[in-house]
């Protein structure tokens, strides 16, 4: 079965600081994985979207950046952090058969001070 | 463009009542519709989609929804809410055409379940 595990579950960062938050699937190959951010209130915002290795889409301009090095990595980084920053991360990655689905992961709380 | 709205921030239910959690949605195309969970700090959990066929879709925990295409509605519904039902709802589109890009959702911005006893 698949699996989706996100590494750190919480951090807490300086501003200015850098960040490499990680995302990892499981029992698949050739997903189509997402980073999204969790702002305090409840929306979720698609930050990144990944169809294979190399390749990101950038949904909306910001201090965030992310990479995809392997098949079934998923990276979401910054060189220097802001107040902004501050939010629940979500991995998810998408099953094309037979569901159709997007499934997430657990999770990063990020903290910036 | 794809667009979901939840128009309920919260819906309250007493415990063993039915319980209802409202979603419209617009797309171009045939629509592909689903529903999360999430409880606190935790990621999203999958409840059911509607893709195609039956408009009543069953899904997990005693949870089903009713796509209505004349009325673009998908509609989150228990005959019987338990406390343990009370978590934070999404509902979430995409059109049913697959594309280069991405299969992106678009996420309604939740409603918040509270069963009581």
């Known amino acids: 079965s698949q699996t989706i595990h996100q590494w750190p579950a919480t951090l807490v960062q300086p501003v200015g600081s850098p960040l490499s938050l990680e995302c990892t699937v499981e029992g698949t190959s050739n997903p189509n994985l997402y980073w999204y951010r969790q702002a305090a209130g409840r929306g979720l915002q698609l930050l990144f979207y990944s169809v294979g290795i190399g390749q990101i889409s950038s949904e909306v301009p910001q201090n965030l950046s992310a990479s995809r090095p392997q098949d079934r990595q998923f990276i979401l980084s910054s060189k220097k952090l802001l107040l902004s920053d501050s939010g629940f991360y979500l991995c998810?990655?998408?099953?094309?058969?037979?569901?159709?689905?997007?499934?997430f992961g657990p999770g990063t709380r990020l903290t910036v001070l | 463009a794809q667009s979901v709205a939840q128009p309920e921030d919260q819906v309250n239910v007493a415990e063993g009542n039915p319980l209802t959690v409202k979603c419209t949605y617009s797309v171009s195309g045939n629509p592909y519709l689903f529903w999360y969970v999430q409880y606190p700090n935790r990621g999203l959990q999958f409840l059911l989609k509607y893709i195609t066929g039956d408009n009543l879709v069953k899904g997990s925990y005693g949870f089903e929804a009713e796509f209505n295409k004349s009325q673009t509605s998908f509609h989150l519904k228990k005959p019987s809410a338990l406390v343990s039902d009370s978590a934070l709802y999404f509902c979430a589109v995409r059109e049913g055409v697959l594309t280069g890009g991405g299969n992106k959702l678009t996420f309604g911005t939740g409603t918040q379940l509270k069963v009581e006893l």
């Open positions: 998810a990655w998408r099953e094309s058969l037979p569901t159709d689905t997007q499934y």
